[in-house]
Nanobody
Framework: QVQLVESGGGLARAGGSLILSCAAS????????MGWFRQASGREREFVAA????????YYADFVKGRFAISRDNAKNTVYLQMNSLKPEDTGVYYC?????????????????????WGQGTQVTVSS
C-alpha cells in the first residue's frame, strides 16, 4: 500500500517562499498523477495544483497561478510544490494526494474524489 509523507511546511512571512515535498513509498508512483490540496481552519479542503504522470501536464487553482509551481521527480518518487509570494491566506494544512488511475484532465484535476491516497499533511503558516 502506497504511503505519502509531506514535509517542508513551517512558518513564513508574507512575500516569502517555501518548498513542500511529498515522498511516496510502498507502491507505484510514476504511473499516477499527483495533486496538492490545502485546508484552512474551519474551511473545506481545496485544490491547489496537480501534475500528470506522463506528459507532466500541470493545473493550478486560480488563486495560486503565477505564484506556485508543482513538479515531480519520478526517480525519487517525490512531488514538490514551490510556493512563492506567499500570502497570509495561504495558511493551512497542505496535503499531497495520488490520483486514481487515468489521465489528468482539466475537468478532474481539482476534484478531491479523483484522489484516493492522501498524506497526513504539513502545516504552512504565513504571517503578515
Amino acid at each position: 500500500q502506497v504511503q505519502l509523507v509531506e514535509s517542508g511546511g513551517g512558518l513564513a512571512r508574507a512575500g516569502g517562499s517555501l518548498i513542500l515535498s511529498c515522498a511516496a513509498s510502498g507502491g507505484s508512483f510514476g504511473d499516477y498523477a499527483m495533486g496538492w490540496f490545502r485546508q484552512a481552519s474551519g474551511r473545506e479542503r481545496e485544490f491547489v495544483a496537480a501534475i500528470g504522470w506522463s506528459d507532466r501536464s500541470t493545473y493550478y487553482a486560480d488563486f495560486v497561478k503565477g505564484r506556485f509551481a508543482i513538479s515531480r521527480d519520478n526517480a525519487k518518487n517525490t512531488v514538490y510544490l514551490q510556493m512563492n509570494s506567499l500570502k497570509p491566506e495561504d495558511t493551512g494544512v497542505y496535503y499531497c494526494a495520488r490520483k486514481i488511475k487515468g489521465r489528468l484532465v482539466p475537468h478532474n484535476a481539482g476534484n478531491r474524489l479523483e484522489y484516493n491516497v492522501w498524506g497526513q499533511g504539513t502545516q504552512v503558516t504565513v504571517s503578515s
